[in-house]
């Protein structure tokens, strides 16, 4: 997904402080990113990007989407792919509430060719010992800014299969002991 010309434009030559931020969940969808910063964030879109040296995990259990939320955690032979905003710092408080439980972190990641340092991307300060599943609106909004933002097909695959099978292990009932 590209920004149009106009709001590339605009969000390049503003006079206001910016910063960057790199969103690998639900703020990849840039519908549901607006829902919490009250503001369009597709002019604020720079493209996909790749974080190199972390993978995904749902390491969090989020009361308020009553489900398991992504995190990441560093594995130096992974990758996650995400997308790529340079925000107005304006909205940097409001990105801060909505990242409850969550806390900064200054990563580089690799945009259109280019490489980006110091951008800002959100870890979970108290990661769980297993994962949780996503529930079914979280998993469908992540995987729709995966797929229109553009992400690589193979990664929204694995994506999509690996917030499946969560999803698979947490419904199915518990086993039984046989006793012989």
């Avoid at 710092?89 to 972190?105: A, N, P, Q, T, V």
Wanted: aromatic share 10%.
């Amino acid at each position: 997904m590209q920004p149009s010309a106009k709001g590339s434009q605009l969000a390049a030559h503003s006079p206001e402080p910016m910063f960057y931020y790199f969103a690998y969940g639900s703020c990849m969808c840039p519908v549901d990113l607006k829902r919490s910063l009250d503001e369009n964030t597709h002019d604020y879109v720079v493209g996909t990007a790749t974080l190199r040296g972390y993978r995904l995990g749902f390491f969090r259990r989020s009361q308020r989407r009553n489900c398991g939320v992504l995190d990441i955690v560093r594995d130096s032979g992974s990758v996650v792919e995400g997308v790529l905003y340079r925000l107005p710092m304006r909205l940097s408080d409001r990105l801060d509430e909505r990242e409850e439980g969550y806390s900064h972190e200054a990563i580089e990641v690799h945009s259109q060719g280019q490489r980006f340092v110091n951008v800002r991307t959100y870890t979970v300060i108290e990661k769980l010992s297993e994962e949780h599943a996503p529930n079914d609106w979280y998993f469908s909004v992540v995987l729709r800014g995966a797929v229109t933002c553009g992400l690589p097909e193979q990664y929204c695959w694995n994506l999509f299969h690996h917030m499946h099978q969560l999803q698979q292990r947490d419904s199915s009932p518990p086993q039984m002991l046989q006793v012989v």
